[in-house]
Each structure stands twice: as structure tokens, then as C-alpha cells.
């Protein structure tokens, strides 16, 4: 099967698997991690430097050029140090993934 037609969870589980352990390869982290992932989206296509997610306001973390990065490399399957930076993102929001 080409990798386009993988389901997220199927991208996901790969991903955490490059990962060597920057993941954890669970359903229930990939919910979390999916959460995380829109809050990456929002700064991808926003100019501000805060964010907000679920009521509070945060310091990004991560550029919008960054995000972009991070959302592509998500898809294409591919851990880079760019790709890491999903769990600084993640531990602002205090969101185990």
C-alpha cells in the first residue's frame, strides 16, 4: 500500500517508530498527539508570537516556518531535529505524546 493511502494512525505509529522513543506509540497518545498537531496547524498559518488552546494564552514555541516544517515531515513520516520540536509544542500545552 503507498504510503498516501496510510490512515493517520497508521503515519503516526511509523513516525513514532523513527522517532527512537520521542513518541509513544499508543492510540491514546495518538489522540493526544492529534490535538497537538492542530495546535501546530493554527501557528503554521498565523503571524502572531501567542497562541491559545482550550482558554490559555502561550509564548510560541516554534515559528511559522517551523510548523510548516514539522506538519510536512508529519506527513511525508520523516523524525528530524525540526520534527522533535512538536514536543516543545506539546509540553507547553503539558500534553504527553
Known amino acids: 500500500m503507498k504510503q498516501g493511502n496510510w490512515s493517520g494512525y497508521a503515519k503516526y505509529l511509523v513516525l513514532a517508530d523513527k522517532s527512537k522513543g520521542g513518541l509513544i506509540a499508543t492510540y491514546e497518545k495518538y489522540l493526544d498527539f492529534i490535538k497537538v498537531k492542530d495546535v501546530i496547524n493554527n ?20 515559528n511559522s516556518n517551523e510548523a510548516k516544517n514539522i506538519l510536512s515531515n508529519i506527513e511525508e513520516c520523516k523524525w528530524t531535529y525540526v520534527t522533535a520540536k512538536v514536543r516543545l509544542v506539546a509540553n507547553q500545552l503539558k500534553i504527553r505524546i
Open 43 to 62: 501557528i503554521a498559518y498565523a503571524d502572531k508570537t501567542t497562541y491559545s488552546h482550550e482558554g490559555d494564552i502561550y509564548n510560541r514555541k516554534v
